[in-house]
């Protein structure tokens, strides 16, 4: 069964306290994404990776950081220097690749709340 | 700067008709639109795209238009059902390799 998987599907993070999000994909997609969720709102860019060992910070990276050790995974560790944490967090991926199309798949999200 | 809206935030339509979801975009430069859908508590689901080059594209019931000279996207959903109430989003391809730029968002609530 092909896809994104996202963990845990929610998420309680006390202050000052650092999480991480788990992403894996077993699509052999290339490059993997980032994007946080606030309600009402469209998607805002946090991280992504281009190719393995490589990543680059999006609009809003403060207070998150991401590794990509592997093509498969891409986790999302939320720091305590973020402190509006509160959101729908969406991991996505897509073909590597200079391509014509840049459809990204997502998973189903990781929500995170504050305690 | 580069951004990518929608006119309506909520639109609300009887099963059966046919519905109409506006965006706009500001960089004329964009190449590459997709339209998403998103249930409510899901990731966002890749309903169609379509290249600059064209301006209409069909899909199954979905129809994009581009219109570059006014730099406005629509999806137009045949004959609405109350499975396709959701959020839609578009996304443009921005300047930058392989990144998409989403406006907010319009919510569609098909009534009976």
């Known amino acids: 069964d092909g896809g994104i998987t996202q963990s845990p599907k929610y998420l309680f993070r006390k202050e000052g306290q650092n999480v991480t999000l788990s992403c894996e994909q077993n699509?052999?997609?290339?490059?993997m994404y980032w994007y946080r969720q606030d309600p009402g709102q469209g998607l805002r860019l946090i991280y992504y990776?281009?190719?393995?060992?490589?990543?680059q910070k999006g609009d809003i990276a403060e207070g998150y950081s991401v590794s990509r050790e592997k093509k498969e995974s891409f986790p999302l560790t939320v720091t305590s220097a973020q402190k509006n944490p509160t959101a729908f967090y969406l991991c996505?991926?897509?073909?590597?690749?200079?391509?014509?199309?840049?459809?990204?798949?997502f998973g189903a999200g990781t929500r995170l709340s504050v305690l | 700067g580069e951004s990518v809206g929608l006119h309506l935030p909520t639109l609300s339509v009887q099963e059966g008709d046919n519905s109409i979801i506006n965006c706009a975009y500001s960089?004329?430069?964009?190449?590459?639109f997709i339209w998403y859908k998103q249930e409510s508590g899901k990731g966002p689901q890749f309903i169609i795209d379509?290249?600059?080059?064209?301006d209409k594209r069909q899909g199954q019931r979905v129809t994009v238009l581009l219109n570059k000279t006014v730099k406005h996207l629509s999806l137009q959903i045949a004959a609405t059902q109350p499975g396709d109430s959701a959020v839609y989003f578009c996304?443009?391809?921005?300047?930058?390799?392989?990144?998409?730029?989403f406006g907010a968002g319009t919510r569609l609530a098909v009534h009976p």
């Open positions: 996505a991926s897509m073909p590597g690749g200079n391509l014509a199309k840049n459809i990204q798949y």
């Open positions: 996304a443009e391809k921005s300047g930058g390799y392989n990144k998409l730029i």
């Open positions: 699509l052999n997609h290339d490059a």
């Open positions: 379509i290249r600059s080059n064209m």
């Open positions: 960089n004329s430069a964009s190449d590459y």
């Open positions: 990776s281009q190719i393995v060992n490589d990543f």
